[in-house]
């Protein structure tokens, strides 16, 4: 009961400390990067802290002062747990599993650019899980705010409450629309920054109980890469979720939703080497967020899922929503 109350104290406290970070400055205010520490060429140094933000190539650290740093990722980053279980052994996992609000310690040099390059990442067990699951509420309360907000188009739709402008603006109301509304989008390039847009999501199948990618779903999965490829990839990522239906316990298809979601990633990375910076940490919903009826065969078959979403950041795509 107690290891209960203290973890919900930790994902309470992360939680207030995001939404801190988060909060939009008022008008007037100084938005100058002040608290931005700028590490010095060729600097060692260790920074202990909490992730506040979370990019392709690197995460924004907070220290207890208040103080941020530029962390940078490359594919030489050791990510590993502390040393803390029975045999005194560590964990490795990949840089995906750096997430905003995980409390981490970053060791590393300084670039050119005042960022601290990371060469090792140390975290405890429990502050992952607690990150994980805030990520996870966080992603919960998100579609229910999209549901919410069809829901309510709809309803305007069917009321009739939506109404067509019928005015003419004159020419000199044009320019000024025109003026308001390039205003807006460079507003919108420089607060969206921290956001990503869903440009598309691809669907893989899996048999019961397995994570073993099927033909059909190495097949998709290369269809998608090829398009990819097409496509401008500045500033993209790829989330990547796995799910379950609702045969089994609920930590067993946790689990089995997880290690799905691993074999896309690890597809993805041998046969289109996809950099592991670009991926958003693989998470398993288990058997939650259904997307058809676990009561039916057809049902469960496309609950036992991954899902492999390509965002790209709002900032830099210029997009307006």
Same mark, same amino acid.
């Given at each position: 009961?107690? $290891?209960?109350?203290?973890?919900?104290?930790?994902?309470?406290?992360?939680?207030?400390?995001?939404?801190?970070? $988060?909060?939009?400055?008022?008008?007037?205010?100084?938005?100058?990067?002040? %608290?931005?520490?700028?590490?010095?060429?060729?600097?060692?140094?260790?920074?202990?802290?909490?992730?506040?933000?979370?990019?392709?190539?690197?995460?924004?650290?907070?220290?207890?002062?208040?103080? *941020?740093?530029?962390?940078?990722?490359?594919?030489?980053?050791? !990510?590993?747990?502390?040393?803390?279980?029975?045999?005194?052994?560590?964990?490795?996992?990949?840089?995906?599993? &750096? @997430?905003?609000?995980?409390?981490?310690? /970053?060791?590393?040099?300084?670039?050119?650019?005042?960022?601290?390059?990371?060469?090792? &990442?140390? #975290?405890?067990?429990?502050? @992952?899980?607690?990150?994980? /699951?805030?990520?996870?509420?966080?992603?919960?309360? =998100?579609?229910?705010?999209?549901?919410?907000?069809?829901?309510?188009?709809?309803?305007?739709?069917?009321?009739?409450? &939506?109404?067509? %402008?019928?005015?003419?603006?004159?020419?000199?109301?044009?320019?000024?629309?025109?003026?308001?509304? =390039?205003?807006?989008?460079?507003?919108?390039? &420089?607060?969206?920054?921290?956001?990503? *847009?869903?440009?598309?999501?691809?669907? !893989?199948? #899996?048999?019961?109980?397995?994570?073993?990618?099927?033909?059909?779903?190495?097949?998709?999965?290369?269809?998608?890469?090829?398009?990819?490829?097409?496509?401008?990839?500045?500033?993209?990522?790829?989330?990547?979720?796995?799910?379950? *239906?609702?045969?089994?316990?609920?930590?067993?298809?946790?689990?089995?939703?997880?290690?799905?979601?691993?074999?896309?990633?690890?597809?993805?990375?041998?046969?289109?080497?996809?950099?592991?910076?670009?991926?958003?940490?693989? #998470?398993?919903?288990?058997?939650?967020?259904?997307?058809?009826?676990?009561?039916?065969? *057809?049902?469960?078959?496309?609950?036992?899922?991954?899902?492999?979403?390509?965002?790209?950041?709002?900032?830099?795509?210029?997009?307006?929503?």
């Amino acid at each position: 009961m107690r $290891s209960n109350k203290q973890a919900l104290a930790r994902l309470l406290t992360l939680a207030f400390i995001l939404a801190l970070t $988060s909060a939009v400055p008022t008008q007037g205010q100084d938005t100058t990067q002040a %608290n931005v520490r700028a590490v010095p060429t060729g600097q060692q140094m260790e920074i202990t802290g909490i992730v506040v933000k979370r990019a392709a190539d690197s995460f924004m650290l907070r220290d207890a002062t208040n103080v *941020d740093t530029v962390v940078a990722l490359t594919p030489q980053t050791s !990510v590993k747990t502390n040393k803390g279980n029975l045999f005194g052994k560590s964990t490795t996992y990949g840089v995906t599993y &750096i @997430l905003r609000g995980l409390r981490l310690k /970053a060791t590393g040099t300084g670039n050119a650019e005042g960022q601290l390059v990371a060469d090792k &990442i140390r #975290f405890d067990e429990r502050d @992952l899980r607690t990150a994980q /699951a805030l990520q996870q509420t966080d992603q919960l309360a =998100q579609e229910n705010e999209r549901r919410v907000a069809a829901a309510e188009e709809n309803e305007r739709k069917l009321a009739g409450q &939506i109404q067509e %402008n019928t005015a003419l603006a004159t020419a000199a109301q044009a320019r000024a629309d025109q003026a308001m509304a =390039q205003a807006e989008r460079a507003n919108h390039r &420089i607060n969206g920054l921290d956001d990503y *847009d869903s440009v598309r999501t691809l669907t !893989v199948l #899996f048999r019961p109980g397995s994570a073993v990618l099927l033909p059909k779903a190495k097949a998709d999965i290369d269809a998608g890469a090829a398009w990819v490829k097409t496509q401008n990839t500045k500033g993209w990522v790829v989330a990547v979720v796995g799910f379950a *239906d609702t045969q089994g316990n609920t930590a067993r298809n946790r689990s089995l939703s997880e290690r799905r979601a691993n074999a896309v990633i690890g597809y993805m990375v041998m046969k289109h080497d996809l950099p592991l910076q670009r991926l958003v940490q693989p #998470f398993g919903y288990g058997d939650s967020n259904p997307v058809a009826d676990n009561t039916t065969a *057809d049902g469960r078959a496309k609950n036992r899922r991954v899902e492999i979403r390509i965002l790209v950041n709002k900032g830099i795509a210029d997009t307006n929503h």
